[in-house]
């Protein structure tokens, strides 16, 4: 049986980096005696699979990882035992069954919500209401990108799904799938060159809200939530 | 708790921030209003090093159990951050609650190896403590420095940075000597007045009430308490119940990867080896076992507290425990049900050792390792090492029989009395395993076709309160020319293609040997190579050689002095205040017969009469016991 598990990060766990967390919840199931499904072989490990990878620095509100489980006690059970058995940082907020033809947290994420405030002393220092307009106008926003294999032109724009502001801070919603990820960092950077400044990274304080997949199931596509998916029972599946 | 001590930017651009955030599970936190003893407890090396020591997570776990006393976790400030500390002025601060060490009460530094020495300089100054005793003051402003572990069986080089050092096992005397602080602080009694008082606790030493005259040829004259009633000799403290003693039920887990990241279980205290180069065989005599009920609970309570998915045993010699196969039978039986790693130490090549490493390791992946430390029969009769080439045989050859087809040797190179001949027998030796393989493992069976030998030397240093600390070390063209020896011998071999030979660098061997043997007077030297840009040296590549040679020229000292003259039996060794349980009587023993390449029993078999009776207890006092029922 598949659960999909929602997790918060805050405070300064946000430095702890993507596969520490891995190792952290591998940890943390085993306290919370978790009945999780192994692999086999002479070094077994449980079968866990995460949504998008979360910068080191960035806080969530809607992290997601699915585990096998042979047995359940209930979704509310899991929940409160990972949380006594967790960190104040790390907090999980929900706990789904999946259907069995659900796809893995990570195959299944199609984008992702950030919210961005600048740090105190380093807002903007043009108007960015009137930026993002003029930025989303555009057809393409051309940006290079490094990777390992060398340099190369890709454009953003068709990954900003939303992009406005709001109060002191900035929503965005982008492209997270394998294929296409865009980090918003990489988003702000652009507007910022646009409007002549350049960005450090390190004046933003970003925090992911939600990982979306995509449902295909009604008349249109939508967004939504990874745990919509999934059920608060077993019984309810079948 | 609320706030870090770095800030974001800089947490962001350091590497692995996680190294200094605190927060991981089983940290201790105490609210600061019901303690009032705080005590930093600091490994001077990085993170994933410190956070792998087991007696500091014991020391951790006892000292947070005293009422009023909040014990935290330092390490070592890796180069990056190092670097921004110093230019930002942002004082070391403990990982709990990230406050400044300065402003604690102790600060503890254990002394695993002599490499780390300059480190400790690096954790005072970033502490912003002054690194002499000497300029602490004379009230409890700075926190009381105290060093402990191994190494503190001869703190004289590092004595001029220390206020105490605890000479033994620390399980003992701290709340004793908590208390005697409380008492002087809250009597506004001097920081001077204080150390005197602690001067005269069992096990602790005080350098500063200690003088060290020296002869014309550097030798000690004379090494006395410089008051009445400080005692001349200070004997090592020892847990003498290891089974209803402390022990951390609830380990703090990291979250990023360290050295050794699972659960460890102390399965004995010391070891009934005597082999004559080991310091750690000396030191912590007598052998005593844990109770293999109390161990069981303890791996069930531990595994679930942390959830490490790996359990490793701890000791000196593992094989040497009486309950082993018990012990294992269990674990064995418990972890396959918690889908739990099984990491097995070094253990004696047998049929049972063989048995448990094809149920708990990938026999295609493993490898097994021996460790004659010396290739002829003859050297190992020198060190007292008791393995014998036909037991390295034989076990090779049930373990090729059982699948193996990888063999790591562990040799030293420079032993005392060492001849081309018995470096010679380490080539030998290697051969006729790889002759074993192909001898014992029909074509058709062999696993990829072919048997990969290892053997690593390392460069003898001898340590304080062995057989060997009278001893001359090589010089580094010596062990060169060994390495480079050992090398073409095993060239010359038959089946050289089947052995793989490495050696280690010579400089740091040499530091090692004057840091090990050294006296009072190096204190100086660590403070100008200090100064002048040098720690981590344990980290080779941050290791500046010449550096060291050159400030110890400056400094009027010779690097010959400490390692390669053979001292006489009659010398004040820098170490001779300290009573480690062991009586120089039965080294000097030792290393004659070590001359004379007789070897001695172990204590199972034969008490050698070492003097570690007197403490009444492990390996000891069964053979009184057994004694008294003749």
């Known amino acids: 049986m598949k659960l999909r598990i929602k997790f918060t990060k805050h405070g300064p766990v946000k430095f702890i980096g993507h596969l520490d967390i891995m190792r952290y919840f591998q940890k943390a199931n085993r306290r919370a005696q978790l009945d999780v499904k192994y692999t086999g072989g002479y070094s077994p490990h449980q079968v866990m699979s995460f949504a998008a990878p979360l910068g080191v620095g960035l806080e969530s509100n809607g992290e997601y990882m699915d585990i096998e489980v042979n047995?359940?006690?209930?979704?509310?059970?899991?929940?409160?035992?990972?949380?006594?058995?967790?960190?104040?940082?790390?907090?999980?907020?929900?706990?789904?069954?999946?259907?069995?033809?659900?796809?893995?947290?990570?195959?299944?994420?199609?984008?992702?919500?950030?919210?961005?405030?600048?740090?105190?002393?380093?807002?903007?220092?043009?108007?960015?209401?009137?930026?993002?307009?003029?930025?989303?106008?555009?057809?393409?926003?051309?940006?290079?990108?490094?990777?390992?294999?060398?340099?190369?032109?890709?454009?953003?724009?068709?990954?900003?799904?939303?992009?406005?502001?709001?109060?002191?801070?900035?929503?965005?919603?982008?492209?997270?799938?394998?294929?296409?990820?865009?980090?918003?960092?990489?988003?702000?950077?652009?507007?910022?060159?646009?409007?002549?400044?350049?960005?450090?990274?390190?004046?933003?304080?970003?925090?992911?809200?939600?990982?979306?997949?995509?449902?295909?199931?009604?008349?249109?596509?939508?967004?939504?939530?990874?745990?919509?998916?999934?059920?608060?029972?077993?019984?309810?599946?079948? | 708790m609320s706030q870090l001590a770095l800030s974001d930017e800089i947490l962001l651009k350091v590497e692995k921030p996680a190294r200094y955030i605190g927060n991981e599970v089983n940290a201790q936190i105490k609210q600061k209003s019901e303690v009032d003893v705080r005590f930093a407890m600091c490994f001077p090396d990085v993170y994933e090093i410190g956070m792998s020591h087991l007696g500091i997570q014991i020391l951790y776990d006892m000292f947070n159990s005293m009422e009023g006393v909040w014990c935290e976790r330092v390490y070592s400030p890796w180069l990056d951050l190092d670097a921004i500390m110093r230019e930002e002025k942002i004082p070391l601060f403990a990982l709990e609650s990230q406050d400044p060490i300065k402003n604690f009460d102790w600060l503890g530094i254990t002394l695993q190896y002599e490499m780390c020495y300059t480190n400790i300089l690096q954790i005072l100054d970033l502490a912003q403590i002054p690194l002499l005793s000497a300029d602490r003051g004379d009230d409890f402003t700075y926190p009381i420095v105290i060093g402990g572990g191994p190494c503190s069986y001869n703190p004289e080089p590092i004595a001029d940075f220390f206020d105490l050092f605890y000479i033994g096992e620390g399980e003992t005397r701290y709340e004793e000597l908590i208390n005697l602080y409380r008492q002087c602080r809250d009597a506004h009694l001097s920081r001077r007045e204080f150390l005197r008082r602690a001067a005269k606790v069992p096990g602790i030493y005080a350098p500063s009430f200690y003088e060290v005259r020296y002869h014309p040829d550097g030798t000690i004259a004379s090494f006395e308490p410089t008051e009445e009633g400080i005692p001349a000799t200070i004997v090592k403290e020892i847990e003498r119940n290891v089974t209803d003693t402390y022990y951390p039920m609830k380990p703090v887990v990291p979250y990023i990867k360290v050295t050794q990241d699972r659960v460890v279980l102390e399965i004995q205290r010391g070891c009934i080896r005597g082999c004559r180069f080991c310091q750690a065989g000396q030191l912590y005599r007598p052998v005593r076992e844990r109770d293999v009920e109390t161990l069981k609970k303890y791996a069930l309570e531990m595994l679930k507290s942390t959830g490490q998915e790996e359990i490793t045993l701890s000791s000196l010699s593992s094989s040497d425990y009486s309950k082993l196969p018990e012990l294992i039978d269990y674990l064995m039986e418990e972890c396959q049900k918690q889908h739990v790693n099984i990491s097995l130490p070094s253990l004696r090549i047998d049929a049972f050792s063989l048995d448990v490493m094809s149920k708990v390791q990938d026999v295609k992946k493993s490898s097994l390792t021996f460790a004659p430390e010396a290739g002829s029969q003859r050297l190992r009769n020198v060190i007292n090492k008791g393995l014998t080439e036909e037991a390295i045989l034989q076990g090779s050859t049930l373990a090729f029989l059982g699948g193996w087809t990888r063999v790591k040797l562990y040799f030293m190179l420079g032993l005392p009395t060492e001849t081309p001949e018995d470096i010679r027998g380490i080539a030998e030796l290697c051969n006729k395993i790889a002759a074993t393989f192909f001898e014992v493992v029909p074509k058709d069976q062999r696993v990829n076709g072919k048997v990969q030998i290892v053997a690593s030397t390392s460069f003898f240093v001898p340590k304080p309160f062995t057989p060997f600390q009278w001893a001359s070390q090589c010089t580094k063209e010596e062990f060169l020319e060994k390495a480079y020896f050992t090398r073409n011998a095993i060239s010359e071999q038959l089946n050289q293609k089947s052995i793989k030979y490495n050696w280690h660098e010579a400089d740091a061997s040499v530091l090692e040997g004057v840091l090990a043997r050294g006296d009072r007077r190096l204190s100086e030297v660590l403070l100008k190579v200090y100064q002048k840009g040098c720690f981590y040296d344990a980290w080779s590549e941050y290791y500046k050689h010449d550096v060291w040679m050159q400030t110890i020229k400056e400094c009027g000292l010779s690097v010959e002095f400490y390692t390669h003259r053979e001292r006489s039996l009659d010398e004040i060794l820098p170490w001779d205040f300290i009573d480690c349980g062991v009586s120089k009587a039965y080294l000097k023993r030792e290393w004659e017969k070590a001359k004379q390449e007789q070897i001695s029993e172990n204590c199972k078999l034969k008490c050698q009469g070492c003097g570690a009776a007197r403490f009444g207890t492990g390996i000891c006092r069964e053979h009184f016991q057994a004694d008294g029922e003749e």
């Open chain 1, 71 to 238: 047995s359940l006690t209930s979704c509310e059970d899991v929940r409160d035992r990972l949380n006594k058995a967790g960190v104040p940082g790390i907090r999980i907020v929900s706990v789904k069954v999946l259907p069995e033809s659900a796809g893995n947290a990570m195959a299944s994420v199609a984008a992702a919500s950030y919210t961005i405030r600048f740090r105190e002393g380093c807002e903007p220092p043009f108007d960015v209401d009137c930026a993002i307009k003029k930025f989303l106008s555009q057809e393409q926003i051309p940006v290079i990108k490094e990777t390992k294999k060398g340099v190369r032109e890709v454009d953003l724009r068709k990954g900003i799904y939303e992009m406005r502001t709001c109060e002191n801070s900035i929503y965005l919603m982008v492209d997270a799938s394998s294929c296409g990820n865009i980090k918003p960092q990489q988003v702000i950077r652009a507007l910022y060159e646009q409007n002549g400044c350049s960005l450090d990274d390190f004046s933003l304080l970003i925090t992911r809200e939600e990982t979306y997949t995509v449902d295909a199931t009604g008349e249109k596509t939508e967004w939504i939530p990874l745990d919509f998916v999934g059920t608060d029972t077993p019984e309810d599946i079948e």
